[in-house]
């Protein structure tokens, strides 16, 4: 969920040659860079834009904890110029890495804050964070030369130009994320590390789902939000946790990333499972997952629900509902919380 969902200098004169980079699918590729540090040139597509990579970045900044937790993960901190736009804690195991790296911001930066570390490439988990009412639309960075990356995962079968957090035209399936991991890692010419990392990543879906039948469960998930609660739709990251377990989301009848659904709704659906978001930043009402289900089991409106009556709950990470590689952690702990429930069939 981006930051407008409460969780989406001077000229740069670089020294030498500016480094023209860009992202997308794999294919169009005009090159590939052997190694780390390799040199050569890699153009492709990028939700819509053709970018090309001159060189592997050396001052990278991503605007966002999902992009900033693939590279960080590719072992690219001493690549990094700068971070910003965090939900939850970095995830286990690369507190180190991310100290190496600076936070502009736990927020979201301003253009020229950003611009001040002097980049030499710019990656974002959300359509809205390069965008009017963002950081910055695409073209400010690439008029200066630093060219910008977007998660495909927010882009491709997906209308982001309504309000909220925009719509899916399809559902999103892993092999999106695994490819935005792929696709980050040829910028850099560290190929064999992407490789290695979706092979990690899809071991574990394998081994959390293995066993489950989980098609007679129930399942909701609340990200942010008590006044007018934004809970999932069908076809986003939730969706994926839903699609690979068996199981069945409430509200698979929205479309939206996360719609605003008002209490008694949601109690008349009546789940068997809450997955609950539990959030460090403090955006909004309700962020912790301590929080949240305090008020479940206070309002009159959910206080009977199922799910809050035999406290069937799930915690995860914001980042863990978002399109991630940190996905991987919400299917794992949803699955073992089945497991635990007597709801994996």
């Known amino acids: 969920m981006h930051v407008s969902r409460p969780a989406r200098c001077s000229v740069l004169l670089l020294t030498g040659s500016l480094l023209l980079a860009a992202c997308g699918s794999d294919s169009g590729s005009s090159a590939k860079s052997g190694g780390s540090g390799g040199a050569a040139t890699v153009t492709f597509d990028n939700c819509g834009q053709k970018v090309t990579v001159a060189a592997p970045p050396e001052q990278a900044v991503s605007l966002n904890q999902g992009t900033t937790e693939i590279l960080l993960s590719l072992g690219l901190a001493d690549r990094m110029a700068g971070t910003a736009t965090w939900t939850d804690p970095v995830m286990e195991g690369l507190e180190k890495a991310n100290a190496e790296v600076p936070r502009l911001a736990d927020n979201q930066p301003s253009f020229e804050k950003v611009l001040a570390t002097e980049p030499d490439f710019v990656a974002s988990s959300f359509t809205s964070t390069l965008d009017k009412g963002g950081v910055a639309p695409r073209e400010k960075f690439e008029e200066l030369g630093v060219p910008t990356y977007l998660s495909p995962a927010d882009c491709e079968g997906k209308d ?46 394998a081994k959390a789902t293995s066993g489950i039948r989980a098609g007679n469960t129930t399942v909701l998930y609340w990200f942010a939000n008590q006044e007018s609660p934004y809970m999932a739709g069908c076809c986003g990251a939730p969706g994926i946790i839903s699609n690979v377990l068996g199981a069945k989301n409430v509200f698979d009848d929205s479309t939206q990333e996360w719609p605003q659904i008002n209490w ?58 978002n399109p991630t590689i940190r996905t991987v952690e919400g299917v794992e702990k949803v699955a073992a919380a089945l497991r635990a429930y007597g709801l994996a069939g």
Do not use: C, W
Not at 301 to 321: C, D, F, H, I, P
């Open 160 to 205: 982001n130009s309504g309000d909220g957090d925009g719509s899916r035209t399809k559902p999103l399936d892993m092999e999106t994320v695994y490819r935005e991991v792929r696709e980050l890692a040829r910028v850099f010419g560290v190929e064999e590390r992407g490789e290695r990392l979706v092979d990690r990543l899809k071991s574990r879906v």
């Open 264 to 321: 008694e709704t949601v109690a008349d659906r009546d789940p068997d499972v809450l997955v609950i978001g539990d959030l460090t930043r403090k955006s909004q009402t309700a962020e912790s997952a301590a929080k949240k289900i305090a008020f479940l089991e206070s309002n009159p409106a959910t206080k009977n629900m199922k799910a809050v009556k035999e406290k069937r709950y799930v915690l995860l990470s914001g980042q863990a509902m």
